[in-house]
């Protein structure tokens, strides 16, 4: 994934350079090369695995996590362009003591099996209801539609989403 | 279905609570390719390349010179050793000839992942192209050059029937074929063509290796870590004990990820180079290298009815694509066999199949080898046998298919079983007759699939405060099975299935289980689990006796407390015996589940690998709605009612997760998932952008019923069931495209393109003849 270090470009687009990322609202010092990917940035230096990689290439959405609660593929988002920005993953996700709601509701429903898409089709869940809370299930397949799963067929996880996207409505009172 | 608590597991529709569940909805679970040990190595591997050639020369000195690099190998570096169940074909490394593409010819360990690679780039290798065997018809013929031409030299299986190019061969045969045939009212031809296709789990497989003096502790993805740990000590010459293979949480595998496959390589590198050595697949190197893609098939089949439309006789012919190797697919040909006759009455049988090698990659084991693609055949050429004598398809299905005591295509005769409910349920589920838009038609297809008996074990224990753990050779990859083995110890024993924790996936923890593969986890595990619980009942009835003064055998163990029968105010917590026996005579159970009886046909069977006669055989019926788009080709599956004979369901949410997930497989390898070879043999689709799988967006509505009447020989009346449901969707799409096409699409995956072609005015194939003799 880091290959492209590698690659084209002289000597200084090599050059290691330091800045900070948030990720889950923690400030972190990190000294990457340029073309480091997120997904590396987070899995490699900063330590949280939570988020997978699946095939490096945009294509099966296990490396989703948010970048100012829009879904990018961590894969081939360069870390240094999330300076500045909030970065969040499925580590996030909960509270200190309860799981969220999408994460108990996909349990439930049975839409964890291997569970190695889960963190990406959680994380595109969570900002599919941040900017859709009451999608109807086509919109929740659609925005899902970026992750791929291969144990579920999808059901399950459709319906965990369409039961958090009740809970946290009548939560929130809206 | 999950919103009832605290019932036998005799009721499987209970809650269901995932071990593994918060582990994997955090992030916080470790899967390989998430471990870093101190001092941590990167592997990479030199492929091939190409398909078949020589090697002329191969120089790894200027790897070696690489900054960072620590270890280089080749075939040079390992034991002598050819390996490989049924017959021993292969080797770690490319010894003189190379006959995929994706065979691994040198491999490397280095300080960084950007330095192995830099040192793969450094090897020379000089490769001699030969011209490439990939028709597996034209390598069947006698002047064909040999995918090994020493294959005679090798060690194989004495039941493996193999010459030249054919790894493996079986026929089945009962009756009189020919005759029974030359004496049929109607005699109908078919030939269909699959292409091979990939398992595809979303995790890319990962290994960590790391020596501690003469031990070697082995993290890897695979389904099967007893297999994986035999493959280490076969090709380096280690004994049992001094391998420990452990699994981290398992991201999938559908068959992908049986067998052994890299974990010698990399523990041969990191004895090398005196480090922890980690390989991280790439998504193109889980596409080209692992020998577990699913088989491409060519079936002909030719079968004959009488005048009420009953079969009388059929014949096949099958021809499987078996790639380089025969990995662990020595038994496929009677498998595909099996598949090819169906479950059906056929009272006169003759059926052959070929697995060749080519230079293709090796198939393997894949969500029920050989069945999406031979239930797809037969399941085509059975509408077609239907239309020809204008009977209802369904109807077709009841008459000629299998019921409780009637006889096989191999002469099984079956005890109780669900097929015809399955028809009946299915069918009214989603009934096949009701009206449709022009764009669209329903199809139908039946499925059969056997349940595997095989040797496994595991302990149970309770501890001094009552919580308890189950030690188990079992393999969970997602399925939930290794999950359920808590019901089945907490009903033992009178506790809840979460007083039980797992210790799993350490082949060093657990007594010798199979792993995940063949359907098999429940089904045999999961009776060692029972055996074990039920030592610990017994201890528990002693310790509770006593205290309770009373006989053991009136003792009854429910909800966490032992009580005397007909007497339930006389009672002790179970805890508190925990506690007791945590000062005296531990609370330890072990289970060991033998290999169960097979019963047996009366067919005549050529290299016969046990798979004629099927222990607790499963049924289902799918029944499908497609609509077609005809200006493109295109094809949607809306619907799908499947209804199941996998005996009694012990777990009901993780029964439909197979079910839900085995359909999906089953659309995406009829409408698009399939390899494609450039002439030189080489996949020209090894990428998911490429290699389309389903998305949440092309999900039908599914429908899912269990028939629940036919126990099988597992516990508590289970049967296997992951596999069976990834048999009889493909055929069933197939059928609905029939009726839309006005003629079977024979080849599969069945994209747009094959079906639009078929949709143009003037047929196009002739595949099919049909003959009606004396009308």
Known sequence: MSDATHQEGGADAARPISYTLSVNEINYPVTTSPGSALLAVLRNDIGLTGTKEGCDDCECGACMVLVDGQPVNSCSYLAAQAQGRAV???????????????????LDAGGVQCGFCTPGMLMSARALLDRNPNPSDDEIRIGLSGNLCRCTGYDSIVAAVRQAADQLDSSTGS | MTDTVDQSVQDGRRRFVRADGPDKVTGSGRYTADLQLAGMLHAKFLYAGTARGRIRRLDVEPARRVPGVLAVLTDADVPDVRYSPGVADRRLFARGTVRFEGEIVAAVAATTPEAASAAISAIELELEPLPPITDPEAALSEDSPLVHPDWADYDADEGVVRSG???????????????AMAKAETVLSSRYVADGCHAVPIEPRAIVAQWEGEKLTVWTSTQVPFDARAGICETLGLPTNRVRVVVPHLGGGFG?????????????????????????????????APDRRREGMTIELTSGLDGDGRIVARQGRLVLDGGAYLADKAFFPQLAAMQATGPYQIPNLEVEAHLVYTNHQPAGSVRAPTAPQGCWAVESHTDELAAAIGMDPVRFRQVNGLDTGTTGPTGQVYDAIGLQDCIDTATSMLDPTSETADDEAYGVAVGWWPSFSSPSGAYVKIDDDGKGQIITGAQECGTGAVMTLRQLAADEVG????DFELVYQDTSAAPFDMGATGSQTLFNNGRAVVAAASQLADQLKELAANRLEASASDIVLADGHASVTGTPSVTVPITELAGEAAGGALLLGHGSSPELAYPTGTATCVGDQGMSAWLSPQFSCHVVKVRLDRDTGVARVTNVAAAHDSGRILNHTGALGQVHGGIMMGIGQALTEG???????????????EYKLQTAADGPAINVEFIESYPGEGPAGAKGLAEAPNVATAAAVSNALAKLAGRPIRQMPMT????????????????????????
């Open chain 2, 256 to 288: 992908g990820k049986c067998g052994f496959h890299f974990e010698a390589h990399i523990a041969a590198l990191a004895r090398a180079a005196k480090r922890p050595v980690k390989l991280v697949f790439t998504r193109a190197e889980e596409f080209l």
């Open chain 2, 495 to 498: 506790l809840q299935p979460e």
């Open chain 2, 752 to 775: 747009a393109e094959r079906v639009w072609n078929e949709l143009k005015p003037s047929p196009s194939n002739n595949d099919t003849s049909i003959t009606e003799e004396g009308r």
């Open chain 1, 88 to 106: 969040s993953t499925v580590e996030g996700l909960a509270d200190s003591s309860d799981l969220h709601p999408l994460q108990q509701l996909l």
């Open chain 2, 675 to 689: 390899t494609v070879y450039d002439d030189q043999g080489k996949q020209r689709n090894a990428m998911l952008l």
């Open chain 2, 165 to 179: 190019n054919t790894a493996s061969f079986s026929s089945l045969s009962r009756g009189d074929a020919a005759s």
